[in-house]
Nanobody
Framework: QVQLVESGGGLVQAGGSLRLSCAAS????????MGWFRQAPGKEREFVAA????????YYADSVKGRFTISRDNAKNTVYLQMNSLKPEDTAVYSC????????????????WGQGTQVSVSA
């Protein structure tokens, strides 16, 4: 059983930056592909980014490509999401998720989820 805990959210002005962290415990972190998802009020959860088990491959939603960077440190059992040039439309609860084997786009392919961290971007 894998437990995930996100941190790093907050309130930032448009154009600013935040770095989210997701600390994992209870499993062999390097055997899990990791993803970040977000959910804004009244909207469905959407894919943000994913990273392979080794960190050698990454995948981004078009809406964040070039602004967000996903990375991981397997020695620290942590995955990160560096968010730059933030926009008001990035406001959402951001959650990390873990799945065995390969990266995935759809939330229902991930077995383990954190509780999420709020990111709010003011205009």
């Amino acid at each position: 059983q894998v437990q995930l805990v996100e941190s790093g959210g907050g309130l930032v002005q448009a154009g600013g930056s935040l770095r989210l962290s997701c600390a994992a415990s209870g499993g062999t972190f390097s055997t899990y592909a990791m993803g970040w998802f977000r959910q804004a009020p009244g909207k469905e959860r959407e894919f943000v980014a994913a990273i392979s088990r080794s960190g050698g491959s990454t995948y981004y939603a078009d809406s964040v490509k070039g602004r967000f960077t996903i990375s991981r440190d397997n020695a620290k059992n942590t995955v990160y999401l560096q968010m730059n040039s933030l926009k008001p439309e990035d406001t959402a609860v951001y959650s990390c998720a873990a799945k065995k084997s390969l990266m995935a786009y759809y939330p229902n392919e991930y077995a383990y989820w954190g509780q999420g961290t709020q990111v709010s971007v003011s205009a």
